[in-house]
């Protein structure tokens, strides 16, 4: 009987034993990964940082790897903002020759920050979009405003309509028409006031500069908010 006590209280110690080095594993592991974590992030906001457009691609992939991982913090997001607005909200010249304007650049870090749907982000794609003035990065803002689908008292569709307003005067684009009406078509449900998407999306469709498929999309999208048949077009 005592011997089978004693076997007992063996078998009890190795078993927290066992715990013990497992949970000290997990730990040291858990700080290893936060070590790794925080030396990524010094690497993506220094390269961010640099004059160098390759420097900038580079920060983008890591940045790419890390929410790809499911990972993101405060400097991901610092460096994704500082990308998005690569040679508009901030400019280096030279002899008053603007040094940095990468729209590949900042066109990526808008898709990147599609992929991070917070507040945060969408604050920072509703400023590019607004902002920005060549048509493939406003394009990227905006898919990825329709992907966070954050839409607060109409702001980001009020943000949308302004821009295809400018674009229809200055710039009409297929490419950016059509993000556009994608953009709608993912944040319809959230419009309070559909009035004034619906206009715009009627001036998409009735715009001949438009290739076909673009203008077709915007009848289809109009008949299912308005509920016409189209037969009634």
Known sequence: MKSAKIILLLCVG????????????VQETTV?????SSVEDVIIRELADTDDRDNKLVSLQYIRGAIEGGR????IIYALESLAGEGISSQARTNGRLMNNFPDVRAEAC???????????KTILVKTALADNEPTVVAAAIRSLGDIGINEKDEVVSTIIWVQKK?????PTSSLAHEILFAYEKLGDSVEDKAPMIQSISAIASNYTFVPAVRQKAYELLRQLTGVSKSGM
């Open 32 to 36: 290893e990964e936060e070590y790794l």
């Open 111 to 121: 898709e990147l920050l599609g992929q991070v749907k917070t507040e945060e982000s």
């Open 167 to 171: 674009y229809a005067t200055l710039n």
């Open 72 to 75: 993101t913090s405060p400097d």
């Open 14 to 25: 190795l078993l927290f034993t066992s715990f013990a080095f497992s949970q000290q594993a």
